[in-house]
């Protein structure tokens, strides 16, 4: 059995990537500055970072593979023009297939989009287009609210968003929904905003018609769904108070949640309460809580510890680890293929 954690970002980039996202920003704000030119980075500076975080501590944890995408909270949708975002993107995607050429085994990537609030798709489309047809990339990271913590985007049901899922059936890739850093004080990025987006994502599935239209759309709501599984009373009753079909068929066969959940009765209540065919291994490692939890002398965001706990048979087991992943992913199953997995 494999391990495949579905939820990793590149959260150690070398130097040269962060100096050129400051130049991109600089040339916003100072006419006088060129926009910057993407860095030359060589193999070795990718490989300080990677093999110093994400690859010793999975080695450590005992996982096979991460399916791996640029840093979440510096997404930053909100900042520049379209071509801000765009070259942005494109710098982020690109080091992540550095990262999966140099570590083929244990590294398959996943991409983030050029995003804008407000903004069309057509950068978004080419951009997954060029990640998963030239890249060999298995999937996207979808964030619901470009804004950066002011929600001034349609619901992801809205056909707004069409066009993009169209390109996601088309490829046969499913999307992450995933928010970046947060841009009002009012949110902590990864102890408010992160929580309250897939909170409300599910929330927005249940309101909406969307997987009518998209009965092959996949999404993966991370954090173990948010405070869905804990308030899973709650969206079952109000699915039923708005007159919409029950969840099992309505929302629960094209979303999934992961197992970024940073103790244990929150994973045993995850497995309680959802079906195990809608669970998907994940650590967001190296990502929001990096400390070690002083009752259990463990790392938090170990989740795999919490999962082996759980006394799951070895076939469901199988599932969270490794079956669920090839199912949503695709992609991914097919490369697992053809390395003989
Ligand atoms: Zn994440």
Redesign the pocket.
């Given at each position: 059995m494999l391990i495949i954690d579905c939820?990793g970002?590149h959260t150690v980039t070398p130097q040269a990537h962060l100096d050129y996202r400051k130049a991109q920003k600089a040339a916003l704000t100072d006419a006088c500055l060129a926009h910057p030119q993407r860095p030359d980075i060589s193999d070795d500076e990718i490989r300080e970072g990677i093999e110093a975080n994400q690859l010793k501590l999975l080695k450590e944890r005992g996982a096979d593979l991460t399916i791996f995408s640029p840093r979440?909270s510096r997404m930053e949708p909100h900042i520049g023009s379209a071509d801000t975002a765009r070259n942005w993107s494109m710098a982020c995607n690109n080091l992540i297939h550095r990262v999966t050429n140099l570590y083929p085994d244990t590294f398959v990537g996943v991409c983030m989009l050029p995003q804008t609030p407000g903004g069309d798709f057509k950068h978004c489309i080419e951009e997954l287009e060029r990640c998963v047809n030239e890249l060999g990339f298995i999937g996207c990271n979808l964030n619901p609210d470009p804004s950066g913590g002011y929600w001034t985007s349609p619901p992801l049901t809205d056909k707004y968003w069409y066009p993009l899922y169209e390109k996601m059936v088309e490829l046969d890739i499913p999307a992450m929904v995933?928010v970046s850093g947060s841009c009002n004080p009012a949110f902590h990025a990864t102890g408010s905003y992160y929580i309250a987006a897939d909170t409300n994502a599910f929330m927005q599935f249940i309101q909406g018609d969307l997987f009518k239209d998209f009965p092959d759309l996949r999404f993966i709501i991370?954090h173990g769904g948010g405070a869905v599984p804990y308030h899973w009373g709650r969206y079952r009753g109000l699915a039923d108070m708005l007159k919409q079909p029950s969840l099992d068929t309505h929302v629960m066969k094209n979303v999934y949640f992961d197992t970024c959940v940073y103790h244990q009765p929150g994973i045993d209540l995850l497995f309680d309460v959802i079906d195990i065919d809608n669970i998907l291994f994940g650590s967001?490692m190296v990502?929001a809580v990096r400390c070690i939890d002083p009752q259990t002398g463990q790392y938090f965001d170990d989740t795999k510890r919490y999962v082996d706990k759980l006394g799951l048979s070895r076939a469901d087991l199988r599932k969270v680890y490794e079956g669920n992943a090839r199912r949503v992913y695709p992609r991914l199953d097919a490369i697992l293929k053809q390395r003989g997995f």
């Open positions: 939820h970002h979440a995933h991370p967001e990502g």
